[in-house]
């Protein structure tokens, strides 16, 4: 056998998990009766999109009755204000009002704080899994409604002995592989403890996932190149064998 210098690599493989950039369970902020579910299943909506709607008639009616209430006090107000320009008031009288004034505003901001916890609105864009309710069902805070997903980009997520910590950083390259095929991707979060039970650290690495070609929850093959030796002496395992013999 004919030793020839060349390149080795030193390499660490291990298996790693795909997820998705972003995941949350969908609910409401308040209780109420379902009154309209605005998504299909499996589809993809805008971060702001109305998804769903509980009832809110009782809130809407209350919300009319403070702005009707704020018209009538801000046209005393006016006539008030009007009044303490002529001296025909005191200022402590005019002050009363505009508190009067200040306080329902206070009311109407609360009312329509309420109604924006009876709409279940995207947080973010993604696609939108099955969802658990039916229009006519009761939601609490605590009810799911559904699971919003954000593939692109897509998150690998794999552990390393502990003694590579040092020589893994952010922006390392990292090659992995789903279904026989390759993929390039870069760590840009390493967890700070090492996990004492394996004696690892778990770092991610994020693929942009243009074309969400790569699902979350897939397992991946991971390579990662260390260090490249140049002329190295490389030799067979059965050729040492033979050598002993």
Do not use: C, W
């Amino acid at each position: 056998f004919v030793i020839k210098p060349t390149t080795m690599n030193e390499l660490i493989t291990t298996g790693g998990t795909l997820r998705p950039d972003e995941e949350v369970e969908l609910s409401f902020e308040t209780s109420g009766k379902i009154v309209g579910i605005n998504f299909t299943e499996g589809t993809r909506v805008k971060k702001g999109d109305l998804l769903a709607k509980i009832n809110d008639k009782p809130l809407q009616a209350q919300l009319q009755k403070l702005q009707a209430q704020q018209k009538l006090v801000e046209e005393k107000e006016f006539r008030q204000r009007s009044l303490l320009d002529k001296d025909a008031i005191s200022q402590e009288s005019y002050d009363q009002i505009v508190t009067e004034l200040q306080t329902i505003q206070a009311d109407i901001n609360l009312i329509q704080a309420r109604i924006s916890e009876t709409e279940l609105r995207a947080p973010f864009d993604g696609i939108i899994g099955l969802r658990y309710l039916s229009e006519g069902s009761y939601a609490t805070p605590s009810t799911k409604i559904a699971r919003l997903i954000k593939m692109s980009p897509i998150k690998l997520e794999f552990s390393i002995p502990e003694k590579y910590a040092d020589e893994i950083k952010i922006g390392f390259p990292v090659i992995f592989t789903v279904d026989n095929k390759n993929y390039d991707a870069r760590v840009y979060a390493v967890d700070p403890k090492i996990d004492l039970g394996t004696r690892t650290i778990v770092l991610r690495a994020l693929y942009p996932n243009s074309r969400e070609e790569l699902k979350s929850g897939r397992y991946a093959d991971i390579t990662l190149r260390l260090n490249q030796i140049e002329n190295a002496i490389a030799i067979p395992s059965e050729e040492i064998g033979r050598a002993h013999v």
